[in-house]
C-alpha cells in the first residue's frame, strides 16, 4: 500500500494523534492502513488550509500596504475612514467584489474566459507551498525546487493569454500579447538567475539552499560571493519585477493606454482572482528571494554574541515574513517612483542588456566557485 | 478480480493514481482533437502534457517530469501566441470535416488500439507503477554526473561507445538513468 508522508512534526504528531482516536471506533473497521491514510489525508487537508492562509491571507494586507505606501509616495493619505486608518476598507472591497454579478462579454469564449483566472493561479500556489517558512515549516521540501518554479511560471503567461484572447476585445488582446511576450522575455533571465543560486548554493532544493547561508549576515548569498551576490540580487529584483507584470514593467496592464489590459472585461470573482494571482506573486516572489540570496528564516546575525542570541530568539518564521514585507515593500517603493518603459524599450533592456548580464554573471559565478570556493 | 488479465493489480495508492491520471490523459487528449476552436484544442494539449507529467512523477521520474512541463508547456505557450497572431477571426468560422473523412478516422484509431493492445498484453509482469528502483536513483545529481561527470560513467552522449565494459553492454540500460 501506497501512503505517501507528510515529514514534519506537525505530520509526526497527526500520525501519533490519529491512532490513539481511532481506538474508540468499533473494532470491526480499525485497521493500521485506514489509520495511515486518515493521517495522510489529515496532513494534507492542514498543508492546503495553510497554503491558503498564508497567500489568501495575505493579498488583503498588500492591498492595504500597496494604497497606504501609494499614497505616502504622493504626499496623500490614502484610506482612512473605514476602521483604524483604513485598516476594514479592503476587507470591505473584498466582499464587494465577491459578491459581484459574474458575467461574461457577449463573443467571449466561456470555457477559456472562466478558465484563465484558475490558470494565472496555479504557478503562485505551486510555488508558495515549495518555501520553507522555517526549519520545519515547509509544505512540500522537494528535491528539485528550482526547476519546479522555473517550470510552473509559464502557467502565468498561459492564463493571461487567454483571458486577454478570450475576452473578444483589442485591448484585451494587446495587453495578452504584450504580456506574453514580455514574461517568455523575462522569464528567460529569472531562471537563469535562479540557475546561478544553484550554482554557488549546490543544490536545487529550497530547503538546503537556504541552511546552505547559516551564520552570520555576511553568510547569505547577497554577500557571500563578493560583488556577484549583490549583482545577481539586483538581476533578480529586475527580472522577478518584469516576471510579475508590475509597473514599471506593467505593460501588460497599462491603465493610461490599454484600460487595463488583458482583465478588462473581467468583474466580480474572476477579476478577484487575477487580483489575488498578482498578490500572491508578490509575496512568493518576495519569499524567493529572501530564500535564495537574504538568508530565508536565518535572523541578520552580526557576529557580536550578545546581539546574535537576542536575534536568534525570535522565531524564524518571524524573521522570514519580516523579510517577505520588506521585499514588498521595496517591490511597492519600484512600483511608485519608476516610470514606465515603452513596449521596444522593454524587450531591447531584456534582450540586449539582462541577457548578456546573465550569461557573464552565470561565467563569473563558475569562475568564483572553480577559483575561490 | 480480472483473473484472466495479466495485470498485477494490487489496487494500492499508485494503482488508483495511475488510472486516474491515465483517463485525465485520456480524456484531454480526445478532448484536444475533438474541439473545433483551435486555442482551446491548445488548452487541451497543455493539460495533456501536464498530466503525462504527472505520470512521470509516479514513475519517480522527476527531472524528465519537470522538463516536459518546461518544454511543453513553454513551447505550447509561444505556439498559443502565433496562433493568436496568425490566424484572423479566430474562433468565428469553425472548420468542419465530412462524414466520411471521421469515419476514416475513427477506424484507423480503432485499429491503433487494438494494435497496442495486442502488442503490450503479452509484456510478463505488467505493472503500472514502477516500484523497484532506488528512492535517489533519477535525482538531479546523479543525472547530472551521468551526464557531465568525470568519471568512466558519465559524459553519456559524447562517450557512450568508449566506456570501457563489454560493447554489448553499452547501449542497452534497462530503468531510465
Known amino acids: 500500500m501506497f501512503v505517501p508522508s507528510v515529514t514534519h512534526p506537525i505530520g509526526d504528531f497527526i500520525r501519533d494523534l490519529v491512532p490513539r482516536v481511532a481506538e474508540y471506533l468499533p473494532a470491526s473497521i ?10 495522510f489525508l489529515i496532513n494534507a487537508v492542514i498543508c492546503i488550509i495553510a497554503v491558503c492562509i498564508v497567500n489568501i491571507g495575505s493579498a488583503p494586507i498588500l492591498i492595504y500596504m500597496e494604497r497606504k505606501v501609494c499614497a505616502h509616495v504622493q504626499c496623500r493619505l490614502g484610506p482612512m475612514r473605514l476602521g483604524w486608518h483604513g485598516t476594514l476598507q479592503t476587507i470591505a472591497d473584498v466582499i464587494k467584489m465577491l459578491f459581484k454579478e459574474v458575467y461574461a462579454p457577449s463573443g467571449a469564449d466561456k470555457l477559456m474566459f472562466y478558465l484563465a483566472p484558475l490558470i ?42 487567454l483571458g486577454g484572447w478570450s475576452s473578444n476585445n483589442k485591448y484585451s488582446l494587446l495587453g495578452a ?9 523575462y522569464e528567460i533571465s529569472f531562471a537563469m538567475i535562479l540557475l546561478f543560486v544553484v550554482m554557488i548554493s549546490g543544490s536545487t532544493n529550497l530547503m538546503s539552499i537556504t541552511m546552505g547561508q547559516e551564520g552570520t549576515i555576511f553568510d547569505w548569498w547577497i554577500f557571500k560571493i563578493p560583488v556577484l551576490g549583490f549583482i545577481a540580487f539586483i538581476l533578480f529584483f529586475i527580472s522577478s519585477t518584469a516576471e510579475m507584470n508590475r509597473a514599471p514593467f506593467d505593460i501588460a496592464e497599462a491603465e493610461q493606454e490599454l484600460t487595463g489590459g488583458y482583465h478588462t472585461e473581467y468583474n466580480g470573482t474572476p477579476f478577484a482572482m487575477f487580483y489575488l494571482a498578482e498578490y500572491i506573486a508578490l509575496i512568493t516572489n518576495s519569499a524567493l528571494a529572501t530564500t535564495c540570496f537574504l538568508g530565508g528564516f536565518f535572523p541578520p546575525c552580526i557576529g557580536i554574541a550578545a546581539v546574535d542570541n537576542v536575534l536568534n530568539m525570535v522565531p ?3 524573521w522570514f515574513f519580516a523579510k517577505i514585507y520588506f521585499m514588498v515593500w521595496c517591490y511597492m517603493m519600484v512600483r511608485w517612483t519608476f516610470v514606465r518603459p515603452r513596449v521596444d524599450q522593454l524587450m531591447d533592456f531584456e534582450w540586449k542588456f539582462l541577457l548578456p548580464v546573465n550569461l557573464v554573471l552565470l561565467v563569473a559565478g563558475a569562475a568564483f566557485i572553480a577559483i575561490g570556493g | 478480480m480480472f483473473p484472466d488479465l495479466p495485470l498485477s493489480f494490487p489496487m494500492g495508492g499508485m494503482d488508483i493514481a495511475f488510472y486516474v491520471v491515465a483517463l485525465v490523459i485520456l480524456l484531454t487528449a480526445v478532448c484536444c482533437v475533438a474541439v473545433k476552436n483551435i486555442l482551446q484544442s491548445a488548452v487541451f494539449l497543455i493539460f495533456s502534457f501536464v498530466t503525462t507529467a504527472i505520470l512521470y512523477m509516479l514513475m519517480h521520474a522527476e527531472f524528465i517530469a519537470l522538463a516536459q512541463v518546461m518544454v511543453y508547456v513553454g513551447g505550447v505557450v509561444i505556439f498559443v ?59 538531479l545529481q546523479n543525472f547530472a554526473l551521468r551526464l557531465l561527470g568525470n568519471d568512466p560513467n558519465g559524459f553519456i552522449i559524447p562517450h557512450l561507445r568508449y566506456h570501457n565494459r563489454p560493447p554489448h553492454q553499452g547501449r542497452c540500460r534497462r530503468g531510465g538513468f
Do not use: W
Open chain 1, 177 to 185: 500579447l504584450r504580456s506574453g511576450a514580455q514574461m517568455i522575455s
Open chain 1, 120 to 161: 494565472v493561479l496555479i504557478a503562485p500556489f505551486i510555488v508558495c507551498a515549495l518555501i520553507p517558512f522555517d526549519k520545519n515549516l515547509v509544505v512540500a521540501d522537494v528535491s528539485m525546487g528550482i526547476p519546479l518554479i522555473i517550470a510552473v511560471n509559464g502557467f502565468g503567461v498561459l492564463g493571461i493569454l
Open chain 1, 30 to 39: 480499525q485497521s493500521d492502513t485506514l489509520n495511515s491514510v486518515i493521517a
Open chain 1, 316 to 318: 524564524g518564521v518571524v
Open chain 2, 81 to 139: 501566441v502565433f496562433t493568436i497572431l496568425l490566424t484572423s477571426h479566430l474562433g468565428e468560422d469553425a472548420f468542419s470535416t465530412k462524414m466520411p473523412r471521421i469515419f476514416t478516422a475513427f477506424v484507423l484509431s480503432i485499429a491503433f488500439v487494438f494494435v497496442m493492445v495486442k502488442c503490450v498484453l503479452p509484456t510478463p509482469d505488467l505493472a503500472s507503477g514502477i516500484v523497484n528502483s532506488p528512492a535517489d536513483y533519477s535525482s
